[in-house]
C-alpha cells in the first residue's frame, strides 16, 4: 500500500481482513499517518450494531495484491485494514469461502477485468 502522491515515502506492507459487509477500503489512523494521507472530506458510516458516525476518508491510496492493483479511497478507523467490496471488485478479486481466502479471479488471471454496463 502506498501514496501515490508521495514517492519520496516508502510503501508500507499490511494483513487486510476482507469484509463483504464493508463497501471500502478502511484503514487505521497509524498507516494514514505512515503514508501522509490527507482528509478530502468526511463519510457518515453506519457500523454493525446500528449506529452512525463520520469519519475521515482519505486517498488516494495504491494498493496491490499479486498482479493486480487498485487506486482507492479509505475510511480512516478502527485497528485494523479491511478490504471492502471496492476495492476487491477493482481488483477482479473473489473469495474462496472454502479455504477462507481471497485470490485473484481465476476466469482472468493476467489481468483484471469488469463488466462495465
Known amino acids: 500500500m502506498k501514496n501515490p502522491k508521495r514517492s519520496d515515502l516508502q510503501p508500507i506492507s499490511v494483513v487486510a481482513l476482507a469484509d463483504t459487509g464493508s463497501v471500502y477500503l478502511i484503514i487505521p489512523e497509524h498507516v494514514r499517518v505512515q503514508l501522509d494521507l490527507q482528509e478530502h472530506s468526511r463519510k457518515e458510516i453506519e457500523l454493525a450494531d446500528g449506529s452512525k458516525q463520520f469519519v ?5 491510496i495504491e494498493i496491490a495484491f499479486k498482479n ?4 482507492v479511497g479509505a475510511i480512516v478507523m478502527g ?3 479491511l478490504l471492502g467490496a471496492i476495492p476487491m471488485e477493482d481488483m477482479d478479486l473473489v473469495l474462496i469461502p472454502k479455504e ?8 482472468n488471471p493476467n489481468f483484471a477485468a469488469a463488466k462495465a454496463k
Open 100 to 107: 477462507r481466502k481471497v485470490d485473484i479471479n481465476p476466469e
Open 56 to 60: 475521515p476518508y482519505v486517498g488516494p
Open 79 to 81: 485497528t485494523e485494514v
Open 68 to 71: 493486480r492493483i487498485a487506486f
